[in-house]
């Protein structure tokens, strides 16, 4: 092989231990491909050290996969993925900094089963952007939760199912996330975090 390596999806740090992304980022990757870490505190790929100014973030931390685990559910169909998650272990701790944080999860019954519609969320990632490349720097953007019924009728002409324990997102023309943000954040601010 050539040696190359590469960046090709999203994740979010849950644990000192875990990262949370998308089971196609591990199953959907070609045979010659394999997935062996994680990069945490990443903003711009095209350099060392971030920096704004005199202000600068702490390095990068690339941090080898122990372990993973995809859901056993997870299945493609029509072209859409369900249960399309998947855990990462990882081979150390991480010391959390200001550039290095945990998300938050929802893991109280009320904030799981709140109807978040109407409401916005945001997306981030280095996905490709309008002009087709990937971007270098972290975006962000805000979307609107859908609901699911509309959601499903906007796809139902590609016969893509949307299934209760999904959440659809998005729709406003010219805004979305795009290949290379699999497996980041929709992330919404609750409760001061």
Not at 165 to 177: F, I, N, P, Y
Request: overall charge negative; proline content about 4%.
């Amino acid at each position: 092989g050539s040696n190359r390596y590469g960046f090709h999806c999203g994740g979010v740090l849950i644990h000192n231990q875990y990262v949370l992304t998308a089971a196609h980022c591990i199953e959907g990757v070609p045979s010659t491909w394999i997935v062996y870490q994680v990069r945490l505190g990443e903003f711009d790929t095209t350099t060392t050290i971030d920096c704004v100014e005199d202000d600068c973030a702490d390095p990068v931390r690339d941090v080898l996969i122990n372990a993973y685990v995809v859901h056993p559910d997870y299945y493609k169909q029509n072209g859409a993925d369900y249960n399309d998650i998947a855990l990462l272990q990882l081979s150390e701790t991480v010391e959390f900094t200001d550039f290095i944080r945990p998300i938050c999860l929802p893991t109280s019954e009320e904030s799981r089963t709140v109807n978040l519609t109407g409401k916005y969320a945001t997306v981030a990632g280095w996905g490709q952007t309008e002009n087709s490349t990937s971007s270098t720097k972290k975006l962000h953007l805000r979307v609107p939760v859908v609901d699911n019924e509309v959601c499903a009728d906007a796809f139902s002409s590609i016969r893509l199912e949307i299934i209760p324990t999904q959440l659809c997102a998005g729709g406003e023309k010219g805004k979305d996330s795009c290949r290379g943000d699999s497996g980041g954040p929709l992330m919404r601010y609750g409760d001061g975090r």
